[in-house]
């Protein structure tokens, strides 16, 4: 029954319109059914679950109960991301077994479209969820995220290559700029990668400098923008209203 994210590849220089996904943040399940009631009218793509928020993250039976039910009612593609502590998660009580062990039962009862997977967890745990994912047809994001600074365009090249290597869905880099110059760097990466990748890309430049990459990332092949709804996740993320009316003027004069 899973069709996974919905994401598209960028086909040569074509202008991709990217899709909108909000993140749920709640700390417990009515906080996260307030979240999800609020944005039932709003043109909202994709949700994504910020699990290391929940405040029961050891609970996986409620864990894959909530997500089912935000993908019944909400009707939208659900990623499920435990976001960890070095790259701008909560920090949450499970080590890295047990993040294993609940990616599994999320992917296993198909409660789940896509599942955000950091590049940073190790190779054989990467491969297994791989495989999981697979076998039910839920898409797997290998992702990179650098709250403190841009690196360079070679080292974020290669991580995007890193997790085409490995067998991901999709790749995701998110950064944070120094200057407008390191805003360029993300772009520019974002054009030059997206052009040829076998899977589609996105990327964001966060804080108040990057906020152009998050409203016109999809210009340089980014397939997905974070939009904030009831609490944001990420620094310069913008209320979802204004990036759909953005996107709609870009689309529209494309
Ligand atoms: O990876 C990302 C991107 C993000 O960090 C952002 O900058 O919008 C927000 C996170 O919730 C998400 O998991």
Not at 11 to 19: A, L, M, R, S, Y
Not at 115 to 125: H, S, T
């Amino acid at each position: 029954m899973n069709k996974g994210l919905q994401l598209r590849t960028r086909k040569g220089d074509e202008t991709v319109h990217p899709k909108i996904c909000v993140p749920l943040m709640g700390k417990n399940r009515e906080a996260l059914q307030d979240e999800w009631k609020q944005l039932k009218e709003k043109t909202v793509d994709l949700l994504e679950w910020r699990v290391d928020y929940f405040e029961n993250i050891r609970d996986v039976d409620l864990i894959v109960d909530i997500a089912t039910e935000i993908q019944r009612e909400t009707k939208r593609p659900l990623l499920f991301t435990k976001r960890s502590e070095e790259e701008g998660g909560q920090a949450v009580s499970l080590n890295e077994n047990e993040v294993v062990q609940l990616y599994e039962a999320v992917i296993a009862n198909d409660a789940v479209h896509g599942v955000d997977i950091e590049l940073r967890q190790q190779e054989k745990n990467i491969h297994h969820l791989i495989e999981q994912a697979r076998n039910q047809k839920i898409d797997v994001i290998l992702s990179y995220h650098n709250f403190t600074e841009t690196p360079s365009a070679l080292l974020l090249e290669e991580k995007i290559s890193e997790a085409v290597v490995l067998g991901a869905d999709v790749a995701k880099i998110a950064v944070m700029p120094q200057s407008k110059m390191d805003v360029l760097t993300l772009l520019q990466v974002t054009e030059k990668m997206s052009h040829t990748m076998p899977i589609p890309l996105i990327s964001m430049a966060m804080g108040r400098n990057g906020m152009i990459s998050r409203l016109a990332g999809g210009l340089f092949g980014s397939a997905l923008t974070f939009a904030s709804g009831a609490q944001s996740s990420a620094p310069g993320q913008i209320p979802t209203a204004d990036v759909e009316q953005v996107l709609r003027i870009l689309k529209r004069n494309m």
